[in-house]
């Protein structure tokens, strides 16, 4: 079955970019959407946004400005960069596949998750 | 965007209780409506889309209810491993939405 793995820095300081992998496996990342996810510590779940195999994105309004999420087919792979981060994007970050069903969508299965840290 | 609220944000029960969660959507979102299971230090784990229908897997004593802006899932006989974190999540447009979550505690 698909898994996905989530890596990069654990450590980014405030201002600069947060750059994080999604490595899928057991499956392929075509026909898919692929999201990412945050979790700030303690905290509820907030989407980020999620890109089309293809290459088609759609964001959160919140983080729009300054999130890009890429995808990589020939590695299986796809990606998130944050700019000018801050303490607020202390979180741990997960990437998920959106599967659906009929007019439905959800997302499993998700990585392991990355905690990132915003801290000089 | 549409805020989707639980309740209760806590709730203690016990081994073999029936509980019920509540979600509460800002605006009507019919049945798009999804449940996740987070236990600490893991991802949540997805177990109802549809607002009812229960993932592959996942056991029976779960069952979701509800259309458009209220919703519930219900745990029939509480087991020990079901002591965790509930969250609701609409998938009826974005930016998709959480729930600020359920813990289910001893």
């Known amino acids: 079955q698909v898994q996905l793995q989530e890596s990069g820095p654990g450590l980014v300081k405030p201002s600069e970019t947060l750059s994080l992998t999604c490595t899928v496996s057991?499956?392929?990342?075509?026909?898919?959407?692929w999201s990412w996810i945050r979790q700030p510590p303690g905290k509820g779940l907030e989407w980020i946004g999620y890109?089309?195999?293809?290459?088609?994105?759609n964001y959160n309004p919140s983080l729009k400005s300054r999130v890009t999420i890429l995808v990589d087919t020939s590695k299986s792979q796809f990606s998130l960069k944050l700019t000018s981060v801050t303490a607020a994007d202390t979180a741990v970050y997960y990437c998920?596949?959106?599967?659906?069903?009929?007019?439905?969508?959800?997302?499993?299965?998700w990585g392991q998750g990355t905690l990132v840290t915003v801290s000089s | 965007d549409i805020q989707m609220t639980q309740s209760p944000s806590s709730l203690s029960a016990s081994v073999g209780d029936r509980v019920t969660i509540t979600c509460r959507a800002s605006?009507?979102?019919?049945?798009?409506l999804n449940w996740y299971q987070q236990k600490p230090g893991e991802a949540p784990k997805f177990l109802i889309y549809?607002?009812?229908s229960l993932q592959n897997g996942v056991p029976s004593r779960f069952s979701g209810s509800g259309s458009g802006t209220d919703f519930t899932l219900t745990i029939s006989s509480l087991q020990p491993e079901d002591f965790a974190t509930y969250f609701c999540?609409?998938?009826?447009?974005?930016?998709?939405?959480f729930g600020q979550g359920t813990k289910l505690e001893i």
């Open positions: 998920a596949r959106i599967d659906s069903s009929t007019y439905y969508n959800w997302f499993d299965p």
């Open positions: 057991g499956g392929s990342i075509s026909n898919s959407y």
């Open positions: 890109i089309y195999y293809t290459g088609s994105t």
């Open positions: 605006q009507s979102i019919s049945s798009y």
């Open positions: 549809a607002a009812s």
């Open positions: 999540q609409q998938s009826y447009s974005t930016p998709h939405t």
